[in-house]
């Protein structure tokens, strides 16, 4: 059973390419560990470097409790799989997986019973004796995974094993490879860039971002309590509406989040509000998911914004409505990170919660300019045309109810549920005491 830790661990490639920063990770004995983040932020030059096939340039990784950078693939005994997961060509699908277990050696009868409740599980059964030449792209894959899977290796590495599959075979085999490593209790680092399978599979998530770590913490935390206004954006479907706000405090009120035409007020008694205060008279970011707004005969004053609906969405189990409100919205791509600053500090636990660990402000230098949208010109429903989702729509879930196209709507805020970020992106919380 295995620990891994990464312990200020860098990469950089040939040519000054900073692929990972500065990356401090604990991850749990049997763990279900998710890696996740865009094309291009490091997550495949983690997972070579934890397999010993890449070698870091700076930091130290811990394998149970020893220090492994200098360990060769072999030692580490962890078992990998990739995009399009490699099969001997001239072994049968039985062939391969029964390959791994010949090597450890052993009953084989055993392991002979043991492919054959494998290759059923992944849905291969019917197969066993085929080569892979004969098989489709994705069977081909659940063999491979088959083949990993199969050993009990200390260590588990998966990088974006489904991502080739439809659809309805990667739900399944999600479900099918938690199942696995969880009934054997292998640490696990799953690669992913896909929000859903990161949400639904990990029992915690790091969430990178040109190579440097935003966000570490359980599916829930990651959601409901994202550092950044980046983790907030990446892990949002339907999108979370990012919007461009002044605060201001105002002493019988709270802090007026201004933006523009329209306010809404954090009251004094809020947790945020002394740590908003220091954002007095400047640019904050107002996260505010679909589900956070609610549509409302009457609103109350200070958490109520209006639009006017522009297009509707059907979803099956609810509506989505895109309504105009002359807010100025945020790109959340352009706000912060940027490159880390030489030598910034990026360890520590300053974060919400308890045994939460969160990355520091290492990489969190923040660009302000360029970042807020000026709203788009106020225009007619009736000139409406085809293009829609315009950037200054504010989103919102219906429920079943499906609204007018073109009725002024009033909007209840969830300010429990509403994120604020500074200029920089880095989530305004509570002041702890
Ligand atoms: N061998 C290499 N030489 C130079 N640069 C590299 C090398 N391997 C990766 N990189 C660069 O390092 C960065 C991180 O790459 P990596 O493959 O880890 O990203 P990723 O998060 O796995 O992306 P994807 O989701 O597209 O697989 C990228 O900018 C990539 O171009
Ligand atoms: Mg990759």
Redesign the pocket.
Known sequence: MTEVVLNGVG?V???D?H??RDVHLRIGDGELFVLL??????????L?MIAGLEEATSGELWLNGGVANDLSPRERNVAMVFQDGALYPHRTVGGNMMFPLEVAGGDRAEARERVAELTRALGIGSMIDRLPGTLSGGQRQRAAIGRALIRQPSLFLM??PLSSLDAGLRTELRLEITGLVRSTGTTTVY?T?DQVEAMTMADRIAV?RD?VLEDVGTPEQIYRDPATVFVAAFLSSPPINLLQATAWAVQDRGVVLDFGPQQVTVPWNDARSPALISHHGGPVIVGLRPDALTPVAAGEAGRTLAGRVRVLEFHGHDWLAYAEAGIPTVDAAAVGPGPASPGAASSGTAGAGPGRERPGPGGLAGRVRGLIRRPAPPEPVEEEHAGHHRRSDLVFSTGSRRPERGAEVRLDVDLDRMLVFGPDGRRITAVRR
């Not at 983040?37 to 983690?46: E, N």
């Open positions: 990469k490639f040939p040519g390419v692929a990972v983040g865009p094309s291009g932020c490091g997550k495949s030059t983690i070579r990088d974006e690669v860039h990178l190579g």
